[in-house]
């Protein structure tokens, strides 16, 4: 759903707007849901309860969900409902809220951890269950944070999230990795030389060793990246 936001034309959903009848609240809910999961991640169990939305008159056909921007779990969570307008482009033709729960997998600390710490296993806990009041995006395990440092104390059983603690470099300076680069429908691959740390999904300089060409690239996962073309 995130790849819609750039082409949403969002149009003010006025007067009109009217409750959502019951064949159309399940369309939402289940968008929703699909929605969460694709940001938590597959194995995530989803419940949406509690829904209040209402359309435009007239809204109908295939609608998707978009939360707010700053959606949190734990707490009623916003979302707009994107329908298709008159020249076929996605707009607004709703909004509502909903209670959303989630059983997921997640780290929590083990004790009372202080700011700074250099997170090594022993100090975390692998949890499935509810993580609370956490922004709406994947939860690192503790497999992601070993090596990582805490931005902040936190106190024991505290989830753990990319706002509380930097993940380790998937890749460092000096690293040589694999690069991918995609030319039209051909995929290109090369070995290029990191020059800055950076956690999966950071964006780090990269430069070729024979040319001294430097680029930017994605950070795919240790050793991989993704060149970006400008």
Do not use: W, Y
């Not at 600390?109 to 993580?131: F, K, M, Q």
């Not at 922004?135 to 090596?147: H, I």
């Not at 989830?159 to 460092?172: G, S």
């Not at 051909?186 to 060793?209: C, F, K, P, S, Y």
């Amino acid at each position: 759903m995130n790849i819609l936001a750039p082409l949403l034309v969002l149009a003010a959903v006025t007067a009109a707007a009217q409750p959502a009848p019951a064949g159309v609240e399940q369309q939402v809910v289940a968008a929703l849901g699909a929605e969460v999961r694709s940001r938590l991640g597959a194995q995530a169990s989803v419940t949406v309860e509690r829904v209040q939305v209402s359309l435009r008159e007239g809204a109908s056909g295939t609608l998707a969900i978009l939360p707010a921007p700053q959606a949190q779990l734990g707490v009623p969570l916003a979302f707009v409902v994107i329908g298709t307008g008159a020249k076929g482009r996605p707009v607004q033709v709703g909004r509502g809220t909903a209670q959303v729960t989630v059983r997921v997998a997640h780290a929590q600390a083990a004790r009372l951890l202080t700011r700074g710490t250099v997170l090594a296993a022993s100090d975390l806990v692998e949890v499935v269950g509810d993580p609370g009041q956490v922004p709406l995006r994947k939860l690192p395990t503790v497999r992601d944070l070993v090596g990582g440092t805490l931005r902040r104390d936190m106190a024991a059983g505290g989830v753990v999230t990319h706002q509380t603690a930097t993940l380790p470099p998937a890749v460092r300076a000096g690293d040589t990795v694999q690069a991918v680069a995609s030319v039209g429908s051909v995929q290109v691959t090369a070995e290029l030389t990191v020059m800055d740390n950076g956690a999966e999904g950071a964006i780090v300089r990269v430069v070729n060793r024979d040319s001294h060409r430097e680029l930017r690239a994605r950070v795919v996962r240790a050793g991989v990246v993704e060149v970006m073309h400008d």
